[in-house]
């Protein structure tokens, strides 16, 4: 089981970046995949989840409308589309998986991927 984070990099203020979760041994459509983010010095957040059951959840205020997950059943992907990206959303973003529904805590979620760097400049 391994999920791979890509997409990260530097973007300036208001720029976009598409992070995508790629897994490998075992198919991402039969479990909740969450992207979680982690900004120096504060604990990591969950920022937006798919369900099992395709359930759509946005746990920031901040990204909503600008922030979009789905899922690719055929390359075996979840996708975090960001756009009118802000400085505040800088951090790591870590995609995790966990059977079943989506949760906003991060000690219900059993694999996680390495983290992609997200640096947003004003």
């Known amino acids: 089981v391994q999920l791979q984070a890509s997409g990260g990099g530097l973007v300036q203020y208001g720029g976009s970046l598409r992070l995508s979760c790629a897994a490998s041994?075992?198919?991402?459509?039969?479990?909740?995949i969450a992207w979680f983010r982690q900004a120096p010095g504060k604990e990591r957040q969950a920022v937006s989840c798919i369900g099992d059951n395709d359930e759509i959840l946005y746990y920031e205020d901040s990204v909503k409308g600008r922030f979009t997950i789905s899922r690719d059943n055929a390359k075996n992907t979840v996708l975090l589309q960001m756009n009118n990206l802000e400085p505040e959303d800088t951090a790591v973003y870590y995609c995790?998986?966990?059977?079943?529904?989506?949760?906003?805590?991060?000690?219900?979620?059993?694999?996680w991927g390495q983290g992609t760097q997200v640096t947003v400049s004003s």
């Open positions: 041994g075992f198919t991402l459509a039969n479990y909740a």
């Open positions: 995790a998986r966990r059977s079943f529904r989506c949760s906003p805590q991060r000690w219900a979620f059993t694999y």
